[in-house]
């Protein structure tokens, strides 16, 4: 009996960038840099406060994604989270975009002044209310990797896994709308070190907060099986 051998179709390069634990990094880093430098130049914050936020944001992402491939090692030229990861920078700056083009700079520009002395609470309600579209777009992106991981990884039980997918991005996603939060709130006003607060400095912190987010899940995922066959076995 002869048994055919069928390769698996072999996904785009750019796609398999978007996927590499080893690209990936250097990608998000890059849109970081350019994405808070255009921001800079643009008008909205300090040239002093802007480089610094660059720095800073540099260093915590780049260090959220060495965490990442620790927590979640690459497998099968392949990393679920760094596409996600990905895709989520992508919608967010998408949805920064049209926040700044519908309401317009002196009105987000308000959104720094206002954070310095709210809760987790009151800072996440008045980002939903001022930059609607940069969470949208997140979590759009993010919903994003669940047919492209389906098309790079066949499974037999479709219906099993295309579920568990689900529950992991939004477990993901919850994380990463947490950690933009959290980052536009705590980090952005630790990293400047005094400096006065900008629009360059929140995205910066956002972006950190959203990659720490994204560790924070995978680390809890991959613990919660580890307590599960533990549990089992024993």
Same mark, same amino acid.
Do not use: K
């Given at each position: 009996?002869?048994? *055919?051998?069928?390769?698996?179709?072999?996904?785009?390069?750019?796609?398999?960038?978007?996927?590499?634990? %080893?690209?990936?990094? &250097?990608?998000? *880093? &890059?849109?970081? &840099?350019?994405?808070?430098?255009?921001?800079?130049?643009?008008?909205? $914050?300090?040239?002093?406060? #802007?480089? =610094? &936020?660059?720095?800073?944001?540099?260093? !915590?992402?780049?260090?959220?994604?060495?965490?990442?491939?620790?927590? %979640?090692?690459?497998?099968?030229?392949?990393?679920?989270?760094?596409?996600? !990861?990905?895709?989520?920078? $992508?919608?967010? =700056?998408?949805?920064? $975009?049209?926040? @700044?083009?519908?309401?317009?700079?002196?009105?987000?520009?308000? =959104?720094?002044?206002?954070?310095?002395?709210?809760?987790?609470?009151?800072? =996440?309600?008045?980002?939903?209310?001022?930059?609607?579209?940069?969470?949208?777009?997140?979590?759009?992106?993010?919903?994003?990797?669940?047919?492209?991981?389906?098309?790079? +990884?066949?499974?037999?039980?479709? #219906?099993?896994?295309?579920?568990?997918?689900?529950?992991?991005?939004?477990?993901?996603?919850?994380?990463? @709308?947490?950690?933009?939060?959290?980052? /536009?709130?705590?980090?952005?006003?630790?990293?400047?070190? #005094?400096?006065?607060?900008?629009?360059?400095?929140? !995205? #910066?912190?956002?972006? /950190? $907060?959203?990659?720490?987010?994204?560790?924070?899940?995978?680390?809890?995922? %991959?613990?919660?099986?580890?307590? +599960?066959?533990? +549990?089992?076995?024993?």
């Amino acid at each position: 009996m002869t048994i *055919l051998n069928r390769e698996q179709p072999q996904a785009s390069w750019l796609v398999r960038g978007i996927g590499s634990s %080893r690209i990936t990094p &250097a990608l998000l *880093l &890059a849109v970081v &840099a350019a994405s808070i430098w255009g921001l800079g130049q643009s008008g909205f $914050g300090a040239e002093q406060a #802007g480089g =610094l &936020a660059i720095v800073n944001a540099v260093v !915590l992402v780049g260090l959220g994604c060495a965490a990442l491939g620790w927590v %979640r090692p690459q497998r099968a030229g392949l990393s679920p989270p760094h596409v996600m !990861l990905t895709l989520g920078f $992508g919608g967010m =700056l998408l949805g920064l $975009g049209w926040d @700044l083009w519908q309401a317009g700079v002196a009105r987000l520009a308000s =959104l720094c002044g206002q954070t310095s002395s709210l809760t987790f609470t009151e800072g =996440l309600l008045l980002h939903l209310e001022f930059l609607p579209g940069m969470h949208v777009g997140m979590l759009l992106g993010g919903l994003l990797a669940i047919p492209s991981l389906r098309l790079l +990884r066949q499974h037999q039980d479709c #219906g099993r896994y295309l579920c568990s997918l689900l529950l992991q991005n939004l477990m993901c996603s919850g994380w990463m @709308l947490v950690g933009m939060t959290a980052g /536009a709130l705590f980090l952005a006003p630790w990293s400047l070190s #005094g400096a006065n607060a900008s629009l360059p400095a929140m !995205l #910066g912190g956002m972006f /950190a $907060g959203m990659t720490w987010g994204m560790v924070v899940s995978v680390a809890l995922y %991959r613990a919660f099986f580890v307590w +599960r066959s533990r +549990r089992l076995v024993g």
